[in-house]
Protein backbone atom coordinates (compact mmCIF):
# COMPACT_ATOMS: atom_id res chain seq x y z
CA UNK A 1 0.00 0.00 0.00
CA UNK A 2 1.09 3.73 0.00
CA UNK A 3 3.01 4.92 2.48
CA UNK A 4 5.34 8.21 3.35
CA UNK A 5 8.84 8.44 5.19
CA UNK A 6 10.02 11.29 6.77
CA UNK A 7 13.29 11.63 8.81
CA UNK A 8 13.86 10.87 12.11
CA UNK A 9 13.48 13.90 14.76
CA UNK A 10 13.99 15.57 16.68
CA UNK A 11 15.49 18.59 14.61
CA UNK A 12 16.84 21.29 16.46
CA UNK A 13 18.22 24.39 14.66
CA UNK A 14 19.26 28.12 15.33
CA UNK A 15 17.60 31.07 14.47
CA UNK A 16 18.32 31.91 10.48
CA UNK A 17 19.38 28.47 9.75
CA UNK A 18 18.61 26.93 6.84
CA UNK A 19 15.68 23.38 7.21
CA UNK A 20 15.38 20.79 5.01
CA UNK A 21 13.35 17.91 6.33
CA UNK A 22 12.60 15.13 4.03
CA UNK A 23 9.77 13.00 2.80
CA UNK A 24 9.51 10.15 0.32
CA UNK A 25 7.00 8.53 -0.43
CA UNK A 26 5.55 4.79 -2.21
CA UNK A 27 2.46 5.26 -4.11
CA UNK A 28 1.15 3.02 -7.18
CA UNK A 29 -0.99 5.90 -8.40
CA UNK A 30 -0.30 9.81 -8.81
CA UNK A 31 -1.21 11.30 -5.66
CA UNK A 32 -1.26 14.57 -4.34
CA UNK A 33 1.56 15.36 -1.40
CA UNK A 34 0.80 17.93 1.27
CA UNK A 35 2.35 19.39 4.42
CA UNK A 36 0.82 19.77 7.28
CA UNK A 37 1.94 21.56 10.88
CA UNK A 38 0.81 21.09 14.32
CA UNK A 39 1.40 23.99 16.59
CA UNK A 40 1.66 22.95 20.07
CA UNK A 41 -1.77 22.08 21.95
CA UNK A 42 -3.48 22.66 18.37
CA UNK A 43 -4.73 20.67 15.48
CA UNK A 44 -2.87 20.18 12.01
CA UNK A 45 -2.84 22.98 9.42
CA UNK A 46 -1.86 22.90 5.65
CA UNK A 47 1.25 24.19 4.71
CA UNK A 48 1.63 23.41 1.45
CA UNK A 49 0.19 20.94 -1.31
CA UNK A 50 1.46 20.04 -4.84
CA UNK A 51 -0.76 18.09 -7.05
CA UNK A 52 1.35 16.95 -9.64
CA UNK A 53 4.82 15.90 -10.64
CA UNK A 54 7.13 19.48 -10.62
CA UNK A 55 4.48 21.44 -9.09
CA UNK A 56 6.29 23.42 -6.15
CA UNK A 57 4.10 23.97 -3.32
CA UNK A 58 5.13 27.40 -1.01
CA UNK A 59 3.84 29.16 1.80
CA UNK A 60 5.33 31.33 4.97
CA UNK A 61 8.71 31.00 3.12
CA UNK A 62 8.38 27.03 3.24
CA UNK A 63 8.75 25.33 -0.25
CA UNK A 64 8.37 21.66 -1.54
CA UNK A 65 8.72 20.40 -5.09
CA UNK A 66 6.99 17.56 -5.93
CA UNK A 67 9.41 15.11 -7.29
CA UNK A 68 7.93 11.98 -9.41
CA UNK A 69 11.51 10.53 -10.47
CA UNK A 70 13.36 10.35 -6.90
CA UNK A 71 9.56 10.16 -5.03
CA UNK A 72 10.50 12.72 -3.31
CA UNK A 73 8.68 16.16 -1.60
CA UNK A 74 11.65 17.86 0.55
CA UNK A 75 10.31 20.93 2.93
CA UNK A 76 12.77 23.27 2.75
CA UNK A 77 12.82 27.05 4.47
CA UNK A 78 16.22 29.31 3.90
CA UNK A 79 15.93 31.16 7.53
CA UNK A 80 13.81 29.74 10.23
CA UNK A 81 12.57 32.02 13.01
CA UNK A 82 11.55 30.61 16.83
CA UNK A 83 7.79 30.50 15.81
CA UNK A 84 8.24 27.74 13.05
CA UNK A 85 8.85 25.64 16.36
CA UNK A 86 5.77 22.43 15.20
CA UNK A 87 5.55 18.93 14.22
CA UNK A 88 5.73 18.57 10.71
CA UNK A 89 3.51 16.02 8.92
CA UNK A 90 4.14 14.79 5.12
CA UNK A 91 0.94 13.31 3.55
CA UNK A 92 -0.16 12.03 0.33
CA UNK A 93 -3.63 11.40 -0.97
CA UNK A 94 -4.49 7.38 -1.35
CA UNK A 95 -3.58 6.63 -4.91
CA UNK A 96 -6.43 3.75 -4.92
CA UNK A 97 -9.06 6.34 -5.12
CA UNK A 98 -10.03 6.32 -1.50
CA UNK A 99 -10.81 9.55 0.48
CA UNK A 100 -8.03 9.82 2.61
CA UNK A 101 -4.62 10.45 3.64
CA UNK A 102 -1.47 8.63 4.17
CA UNK A 103 0.62 10.73 6.80
CA UNK A 104 4.23 10.22 7.71
CA UNK A 105 4.80 9.77 11.23
CA UNK A 106 6.04 13.59 11.60
CA UNK A 107 9.16 15.69 12.64
CA UNK A 108 9.22 17.80 15.62
CA UNK A 109 11.29 20.99 15.07
CA UNK A 110 12.92 23.36 17.45
CA UNK A 111 14.09 26.45 16.77
CA UNK A 112 16.33 28.28 19.23
CA UNK A 113 16.71 31.91 19.55
CA UNK B 1 -18.17 29.02 14.22
CA UNK B 2 -15.64 28.63 11.72
CA UNK B 3 -13.47 25.38 10.29
CA UNK B 4 -13.86 22.54 12.32
CA UNK B 5 -14.70 22.48 16.01
CA UNK B 6 -14.19 19.83 18.85
CA UNK B 7 -15.79 20.01 22.22
CA UNK B 8 -14.52 19.35 25.02
CA UNK B 9 -11.04 20.42 24.57
CA UNK B 10 -9.71 18.44 27.37
CA UNK B 11 -11.22 15.35 29.18
CA UNK B 12 -10.32 13.09 31.93
CA UNK B 13 -12.25 9.78 32.46
CA UNK B 14 -12.44 6.41 34.27
CA UNK B 15 -12.31 2.98 32.70
CA UNK B 16 -15.99 2.62 33.56
CA UNK B 17 -16.99 5.79 32.26
CA UNK B 18 -19.39 6.68 29.12
CA UNK B 19 -18.66 9.87 27.17
CA UNK B 20 -19.18 11.62 24.36
CA UNK B 21 -16.57 13.80 21.87
CA UNK B 22 -18.04 16.15 19.49
CA UNK B 23 -16.87 17.11 16.00
CA UNK B 24 -18.46 20.10 14.47
CA UNK B 25 -17.48 21.10 10.56
CA UNK B 26 -18.87 24.59 9.39
CA UNK B 27 -17.05 23.92 5.97
CA UNK B 28 -19.95 22.86 3.94
CA UNK B 29 -18.03 19.29 3.40
CA UNK B 30 -19.46 15.90 2.92
CA UNK B 31 -16.48 13.16 4.27
CA UNK B 32 -15.35 13.73 7.85
CA UNK B 33 -12.78 11.64 10.08
CA UNK B 34 -11.67 10.37 13.43
CA UNK B 35 -7.96 10.21 13.93
CA UNK B 36 -6.15 8.78 17.36
CA UNK B 37 -2.52 10.89 18.02
CA UNK B 38 -0.06 9.23 20.42
CA UNK B 39 3.16 9.25 21.31
CA UNK B 40 3.77 5.64 20.22
CA UNK B 41 1.78 5.90 17.03
CA UNK B 42 1.97 9.88 15.76
CA UNK B 43 -1.42 9.60 13.64
CA UNK B 44 -4.13 6.94 13.20
CA UNK B 45 -6.70 7.25 11.30
CA UNK B 46 -9.80 5.59 12.89
CA UNK B 47 -12.91 6.21 11.03
CA UNK B 48 -14.40 7.49 7.68
CA UNK B 49 -17.66 8.84 7.13
CA UNK B 50 -18.50 10.01 3.75
CA UNK B 51 -22.27 11.34 2.81
CA UNK B 52 -22.90 9.99 6.77
CA UNK B 53 -21.90 6.36 5.69
CA UNK B 54 -19.12 4.90 7.09
CA UNK B 55 -16.61 3.89 4.62
CA UNK B 56 -13.35 2.88 6.99
CA UNK B 57 -13.20 1.50 10.27
CA UNK B 58 -9.34 0.33 11.37
CA UNK B 59 -9.70 -2.09 13.34
CA UNK B 60 -10.81 0.24 15.88
CA UNK B 61 -12.10 -1.74 19.37
CA UNK B 62 -15.79 -1.56 19.63
CA UNK B 63 -15.36 0.81 22.91
CA UNK B 64 -15.13 3.28 20.99
CA UNK B 65 -18.34 3.83 18.50
CA UNK B 66 -18.36 7.11 16.39
CA UNK B 67 -22.17 8.31 15.17
CA UNK B 68 -22.82 10.87 12.15
CA UNK B 69 -26.42 12.26 12.36
CA UNK B 70 -25.58 14.40 9.43
CA UNK B 71 -22.94 15.79 7.17
CA UNK B 72 -21.85 18.93 9.50
CA UNK B 73 -21.75 16.72 13.02
CA UNK B 74 -19.70 13.72 13.95
CA UNK B 75 -19.32 11.91 17.61
CA UNK B 76 -17.12 9.01 19.05
CA UNK B 77 -18.56 8.01 21.88
CA UNK B 78 -16.21 5.97 24.46
CA UNK B 79 -17.04 3.23 26.95
CA UNK B 80 -14.91 0.98 29.57
CA UNK B 81 -11.37 2.34 27.83
CA UNK B 82 -7.83 1.24 28.85
CA UNK B 83 -5.20 3.73 30.01
CA UNK B 84 -3.74 3.18 26.52
CA UNK B 85 -6.48 4.67 24.96
CA UNK B 86 -5.21 7.91 26.36
CA UNK B 87 -4.09 10.56 23.71
CA UNK B 88 -5.14 13.63 21.33
CA UNK B 89 -8.62 12.62 19.38
CA UNK B 90 -8.70 14.50 16.22
CA UNK B 91 -11.67 15.31 14.04
CA UNK B 92 -11.57 16.25 10.09
CA UNK B 93 -13.55 17.15 7.20
CA UNK B 94 -12.71 17.17 3.62
CA UNK B 95 -15.02 17.56 0.17
CA UNK B 96 -14.98 14.25 -1.95
CA UNK B 97 -15.76 14.02 -5.56
CA UNK B 98 -13.97 17.27 -6.12
CA UNK B 99 -10.33 15.62 -6.69
CA UNK B 100 -9.33 17.83 -3.74
CA UNK B 101 -8.36 15.75 -0.82
CA UNK B 102 -7.38 18.49 1.82
CA UNK B 103 -8.79 17.77 4.73
CA UNK B 104 -9.47 20.27 7.48
CA UNK B 105 -8.50 19.49 10.70
CA UNK B 106 -10.07 20.56 14.76
CA UNK B 107 -8.09 21.05 17.54
CA UNK B 108 -8.20 17.84 19.09
CA UNK B 109 -9.73 16.57 22.55
CA UNK B 110 -7.26 15.72 24.85
CA UNK B 111 -8.01 12.41 26.56
CA UNK B 112 -7.23 10.58 29.37
CA UNK B 113 -8.33 7.69 30.96
CA UNK B 114 -7.56 6.90 34.72
Known amino acids: GDSVTQMEGPVTLSEEACLTI???????????LFWYVQYPGEGLQLLLK?????DKGSNKGFEATYRKETTSFHLEKGSVQVSDSAVYFCALSDSQGAQKLVFGQGTRLTINP | ETGVTQTPRHLVMGMTNKKSLKCEQH?????MYWYKQSAKKPLELMFV???????ENNSVPSRFSPECPNSSHLFLHLHTLQPEDSALYLC?????????????FGPGTRLTVT
Open chain 1, 50 to 54: ATKAD
Open chain 2, 92 to 104: ASSQVGTGDYEQY
Open chain 2, 27 to 31: LGHNA
Open chain 2, 49 to 55: YNFKEQT
Open chain 1, 22 to 32: NCTYTATGYPS
